[in-house]
């Protein structure tokens, strides 16, 4: 049974850096051909998809959100981690990280989740 839990600061002032690590446990974030994604959802709207990291190491991230994203791992410690920079108060959100099967996986296709990381940014 694969676990995720993401971890990280609750709070973070406008322009910072957001870091999020997820840690992934009963089963190795190399293995083919997984992708693991950074997800979040604002207080009353929908899923938004940031990026992966796929098996790989590649990334690939959401056009709306890359220039402010980075999305790196730690195979030793079976982790990836995610960075969003300079950050506003819009990008209070649930932060969540997921496995998919595909790089374009709908979300019924996510096969596990963590429970999510409440962020809030401050002004």
């Known amino acids: 049974q694969v676990q995720l839990q993401e971890s990280g600061p609750g709070l973070v002032k406008s322009s910072q850096t957001l870091s999020l690590t997820c840690t992934v446990s009963?089963?190795?974030?190399?293995?083919?051909?997984?992708?693991w994604n950074w997800i979040r959802q604002a207080p009353g709207k929908g899923l938004e998809w940031i990026g992966y990291?796929?098996?790989?190491?590649?990334?690939y991230y959401s056009p709306s959100l890359k220039s402010r994203t980075s999305i790196s791992r730690d195979t030793s410690k079976n982790q990836f981690t995610l960075q969003l920079s300079s950050v506003t108060p819009e990008d209070t959100a649930m932060y969540y990280c997921?496995?998919?099967?595909?790089?374009?996986?709908?979300?019924?296709?996510?096969?596990?989740w963590g429970q999510g990381t409440q962020v809030t940014v401050s002004s």
């Open positions: 009963g089963g190795s974030i190399t293995t083919n051909y997984y992708y």
């Open positions: 990291i796929a098996y790989s190491g590649s990334t």
């Open positions: 997921a496995r998919a099967p595909a790089p374009s996986s709908s979300w019924s296709e996510y096969d596990y």
